[in-house]
């Protein structure tokens, strides 16, 4: 029992170290991914209905509709236990400028009545057709809870699937079409949300509000299609064999090489060293983002499960505090 217990408090320590940097994202401006930081296995799922007034492309991850029509989205995710409520955010913000908030054009804006129970709602790109949906944000936001957004409420009127998640269909529509903004290209993000603000989960996709969305689709999957073919080595080349089988070798070896030289550079770049105090120092260079957030979040669970076998040891708490603070910048990169 004394194990279990003792499991318990790691598992607590660990959570609450992880997520104490989660409410800091909700203040910052948004970011193009999809995570899963609360481990809800949280996902959309868009099924195209036949003959809709909007398509849904899997290539492009893209959303093709009209405006004023509304598309249902189903959102999964796992409860846990204990239950705890959950909230859905949504909000519309363009691909190529994250730092600009979405707003409506005044063209659309001017025909909707202003009444004392609409004012957020009326400014709001998105609308929610599911009840209880409250909007939140004004025009000058930038942070991710600041901007115009849609908050849903979840763990109501679901369904629990096969596979143990639960399963809720929500409804939305725009109100204002890409080429009242701009023509700029934008993209939907939905927050899963704890209910006191904590961003545990976040799914992208980018979305067209167009007057013909099976056009513009066609058109698009088409380019991206043709960009595909281009990077493929062009069939002229079967016309002789023999010299594109040699070409093919002297490229191998010439990868071989190049491939033997860029490991000899980067255990170059990989810096092991100890200071003067002591202690250990590791500089490493990441080929991507998500590896160096991988690599820091492993430092901070040996980190948190060392604070629970020494709480008193004062040194070891303010290394967990500076791998946090060095999450927080690694999550801020670009």
Same mark, same amino acid.
């Given at each position: 029992?004394?194990?279990?217990?003792?499991?318990?408090?790691?598992?607590?320590?660990?959570?609450?170290?992880?997520?104490?940097?989660?409410?800091?994202?909700?203040?910052?401006?948004?970011?193009?991914?999809?995570?899963?930081?609360?481990?809800?296995?949280?996902?959309?799922?868009?099924?195209?209905?036949?003959?809709?007034?909007?398509?849904?492309?899997?290539?492009?991850?893209?959303?093709?509709?009209?405006?004023?029509?509304?598309?249902?989205?189903?959102?999964?995710?796992?409860?846990?236990?204990?239950?705890?409520?959950?909230?859905?955010?949504?909000?519309?913000?363009?691909?190529?400028?994250?730092?600009?908030?979405?707003?409506?054009?005044?063209?659309?804006?001017?025909?909707?009545?202003?009444?004392?129970?609409?004012?957020?709602?009326?400014?709001?790109?998105?609308?929610?057709?599911?009840?209880?949906?409250?909007?939140?944000?004004?025009?000058?936001?930038?942070?991710?809870?600041?901007?115009?957004?849609?908050?849903?409420?979840?763990?109501?009127?679901?369904?629990?699937?096969?596979?143990?998640?639960?399963?809720?269909?929500?409804?939305?529509?725009?109100?204002?079409?890409?080429?009242?903004?701009?023509?700029?290209?934008?993209?939907?993000?939905?927050?899963?949300?704890?209910?006191?603000?904590?961003?545990?989960?976040?799914?992208?996709?980018?979305?067209?509000?167009?007057?013909?969305?099976?056009?513009?689709?066609?058109?698009? &999957?088409?380019? =991206?299609? /043709?960009?595909?073919?281009?990077?493929?080595?062009? $069939? #002229? %080349?079967?016309?002789?064999?023999?010299?594109?089988?040699?070409?093919?070798?002297?490229?191998?070896?010439?990868?071989?090489?190049?491939?033997?030289?860029?490991?000899?550079?980067?255990?170059?770049?990989?810096?092991?060293?100890?200071?003067?105090?002591?202690?250990?120092?590791?500089?490493?260079?990441?080929?991507?983002? &998500?590896?160096? =957030?991988? /690599?820091?979040?492993?430092?901070?669970?040996?980190? $948190? #499960? %060392?604070?629970?076998?020494?709480?008193?040891?004062?040194?070891?708490?303010?290394?967990?505090?500076?791998?946090?603070?060095?999450?927080?910048?690694?999550?801020?990169?670009?």
């Amino acid at each position: 029992m004394k194990l279990y217990q003792l499991y318990e408090r790691k598992q607590s320590v660990l959570r609450e170290m992880m997520l104490q940097d989660i409410q800091i994202q909700a203040n910052t401006l948004p970011k193009l991914e999809n995570h899963n930081i609360g481990g809800y296995c949280f996902s959309m799922v868009l099924d195209e209905p036949p003959k809709s007034l909007w398509m849904y492309s899997i290539p492009l991850n893209k959303l093709y509709i009209r405006m004023n029509k509304a598309f249902n989205v189903d959102v999964q995710f796992k409860s846990k236990m204990p239950i705890q409520p959950l909230n859905l955010r949504v909000f519309l913000c363009f691909s190529n400028d994250v730092s600009a908030p979405v707003v409506r054009c005044q063209n659309h804006l001017s025909v909707e009545p202003l009444t004392a129970n609409n004012a957020k709602m009326r400014e709001s790109l998105l609308r929610s057709e599911n009840p209880n949906s409250v909007y939140c944000g004004n025009a000058q936001g930038k942070g991710i809870s600041e901007r115009f957004s849609v908050v849903v409420p979840l763990n109501m009127s679901r369904s629990v699937t096969r596979s143990g998640l639960t399963r809720q269909t929500l409804a939305f529509k725009f109100v204002c079409q890409n080429s009242c903004i701009g023509r700029k290209e934008t993209s939907l993000v939905f927050c899963l949300e704890k209910a006191c603000g904590d961003i545990v989960g976040q799914h992208v996709i980018h979305v067209k509000i167009c007057t013909c969305p099976k056009r513009d689709r066609i058109q698009d &999957e088409r380019q =991206l299609n /043709s960009k595909k073919r281009k990077s493929v080595p062009e $069939a #002229a %080349e079967e016309d002789e064999p023999s010299k594109v089988r040699r070409c093919i070798a002297i490229k191998t070896e010439d990868t071989e090489s190049n491939d033997s030289r860029d490991c000899d550079d980067s255990a170059a770049e990989w810096n092991v060293s100890r200071t003067p105090d002591g202690d250990y120092r590791l500089a490493i260079t990441c080929p991507n983002k &998500e590896w160096l =957030l991988q /690599s820091i979040e492993g430092m901070i669970k040996e980190a $948190a #499960a %060392e604070v629970l076998r020494n709480p008193n040891q004062e040194n070891l708490r303010r290394h967990a505090n500076k791998l946090l603070s060095l999450k927080k910048r690694a999550y801020e990169l670009p």
